[in-house]
């Protein structure tokens, strides 16, 4: 049986769109004002984690298909930037999707695909774990796709004989049931712990 490490070296990994609608759902955030930095401290130093690096992946439109939100994304990453996060960065591309209605009738609506964020995360979580550059991945995210990187974490903790650990932190209140990705630990964030890591700086774009 493999040695814990003390102390436990921690890398938090985003998954910034994810996270949000997460807490849009569980505490109604209008926007993404979550600090990754303050979160990833907190979570870890609750657990006896030492926060050894934190890295931001998202989507970002262009100028041309979301002005306010590649403004926003563009503010924010610079911000998380200065602060030592690792932003990843993939292009968002709106597309018409359609859904139909219980009426019989077909809505037609402008969504944006965010394409890659889930396999580059997954990428990284393992090309790290092969460098042995950290003990625990604490994934902000509930995507179930990478329950597979999971899996192929455990297999690369065996072949090196050491302690791994990874794990899925989201938001959650008593308004939603959700759970975090299969085959790692769930670490619900409450509404307190959320709203003491608030980003205080707006990065929306002031009406003209």
């Known amino acids: ?41 907190a979570l870890c130093a609750r657990q006896g984690w030492l926060c050894a690096g934190v890295r931001f992946y998202t989507g970002v439109p262009t100028v ?3 002005p306010f939100w590649n403004h926003f994304w563009t503010a924010k990453g610079a911000k998380m930037g200065r602060d030592g996060v ?22 037609t ?21 092969h460098r042995r550059e950290y ?15 999971a899996v192929e974490l ?3 903790a065996r072949q090196q004989g050491r302690w791994v650990k990874i794990a899925s932190a989201y938001p959650s209140s008593p308004a939603v049931k959700v759970r975090g ?3 790692t630990d769930w670490i619900p964030i409450d509404r307190a712990t959320y709203e003491a890591c ?11």
Not at 89 to 104: A, I
Not at 109 to 129: H, Q, T, Y
């Open 64 to 66: 041309e298909d979301n």
């Open 109 to 129: 609506f402008l969504d944006g695909d965010e394409k890659g964020i889930d396999v580059r995360i997954a990428l990284d979580v393992i090309g790290l774990a």
């Open 198 to 208: 608030i980003d205080k700086r707006d990065y929306r774009p002031k009406p003209r």
């Open 154 to 156: 455990r297999e690369i």
């Open 1 to 41: 049986m493999p040695t814990e490490p003390d102390p436990k070296r921690a890398i938090a990994f985003f998954d910034g769109q994810n996270l949000f609608h997460c807490a849009k759902a569980a505490f109604g955030c209008r926007f993404p004002d979550y600090d990754p930095k303050a979160l990833a401290e």
């Open 86 to 107: 690792t932003v990843v960065t993939r292009p968002l591309r709106y597309r018409n999707k359609q859904v139909r209605l219980p009426d019989g009738t077909v809505h």
């Open 181 to 183: 990705i299969d085959r």
């Open 135 to 149: 003990d625990v991945a604490l994934l902000f995210c509930r995507d179930q796709d990478l329950s597979e990187a």
